[in-house]
């Protein structure tokens, strides 16, 4: 079968690899649609992730991909929950299930937290091995590409859940990419009545506006943060960091009301400079969270009952032999794409 093989840093290969051999508690899955992450990017841009994982014992090369959808083609013998033939989507989280937060049920909290697709052979590829508790079985309104984007939509909608955030509550989100644009969507699903995004690109702008952003603002502008006190009347009550840079986080810090929350879910290169006199002065708080746990059936029904319609992240479709050129590439040169799938088969 054809895979997406990482060797390391830019070096992203369609290979010929042998098709993978279920062993006891698991499930092969067919793979339809798999997206491109920022940490796929991450990991072949400046190579997250190339130690070898202490659960998976894996490092690269191996198959790249953790955000997937499909169709199971075979159970081990002591999987009793899954049929062949379901159509499902993978939570991709590994985990020790010993450590203190795995006995508490904090799976993304594992001191050795890994995922599918960076920590082990992941979903580009047609077929993948998975364990039986990452799988989530699609009800049938649910098409491939929306169960391809739960994992991700997982993501936003955890740490808005997470989050201070009450309806009518307003709410600035910077960084309209995949997960910023997937936050937007879960914060208005959670009633956020003022919603203003801020990004560099004005396609991205007005994608999000599109959403459902009721203001829209360029970060480059000077006045960014006395426009979001106008706005607001004084500062956001959640402003959501999903873009990962200096210059974000300082005007989320600055951003929030007294009393108000900075969420962060990006991922940052490099570490940065937070003033906390802000956030002292305001009596405001920051906080992060990694990943989701237990949220993956609520996702599912949101997007199966039309509450969080996700498919217009969707920017590009590309086949598995085009994934470097016009998927890793692509996104990390043209800042109008949000997410693209890949197709598998
Ligand atoms: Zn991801
Ligand atoms: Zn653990």
Request: hydrophobic share 45%; net charge negative.
């Amino acid at each position: 079968m054809k895979a997406a093989v990482w060797h390391g840093i830019k070096d992203l290969r369609i290979e010929e690899v042998s098709i993978p051999e279920i062993s006891s508690g698991q499930v092969k899955v067919k793979v339809e649609w798999a997206g491109i992450c920022g940490s796929d990017l991450g990991a072949y841009s400046y190579g997250l992730s190339l130690e070898a994982h202490p659960i998976t014992g894996q490092k690269p090369p191996h198959t790249l991909g953790h955000e997937f959808s499909g169709t199971i083609v075979e159970v081990a013998d002591n999987v009793t929950s899954l049929q062949v033939g379901q159509r499902v989507a993978i939570e991709p989280l590994i985990y020790c299930r010993e450590c203190d937060a795995c006995t508490r049920g904090y799976y993304n909290q594992c001191s050795q937290v890994g995922f599918v697709g960076l920590h082990r052979d992941g979903g580009f590829a047609e077929f993948v091995l998975v364990d039986e508790h990452m799988v989530h079985v699609l009800p049938e309104n649910v098409s491939f590409e929306e169960g391809a984007l739960i994992e991700p939509t997982a993501v936003s909608f955890y740490a808005v859940k997470e989050s201070k955030l009450k309806a009518g509550n307003s709410v600035a989100i910077f960084g309209a990419g995949p997960i910023g644009l997937l936050t937007l969507l879960s914060a208005k699903a959670a009633g956020a009545s003022k919603i203003i995004a801020v990004d560099l690109s004005e396609e991205r702008l007005e994608k999000a506006r599109d959403l459902g952003a009721t203001t829209i603002l360029n970060g480059a502008n000077e006045n960014l943060v006395e426009e979001i006190m106008e706005l607001t009347n004084g500062g956001v009550d959640v402003a959501y960091e999903c873009a990962g840079a200096q210059a974000t986080i300082t005007n989320a810090v600055a951003s929030v009301k007294q009393g108000g929350q900075v969420m962060v879910l990006a991922t940052f290169a490099k570490p940065v400079s937070i003033e906390l006199g802000q956030l002292m002065f305001k009596a405001s708080d920051i906080t992060s969270r990694l990943a989701y746990r237990h949220v993956f059936p609520e996702v599912i029904d949101m997007i199966s009952t039309g509450k969080l319609v996700v498919n217009p992240v969707i920017t590009k479709k590309i086949n598995l032999e085009d994934i470097v050129a016009e998927g890793f590439e692509q996104l990390i040169h043209d800042k109008k794409q949000a997410k693209i799938l890949v197709r598998c088969i």
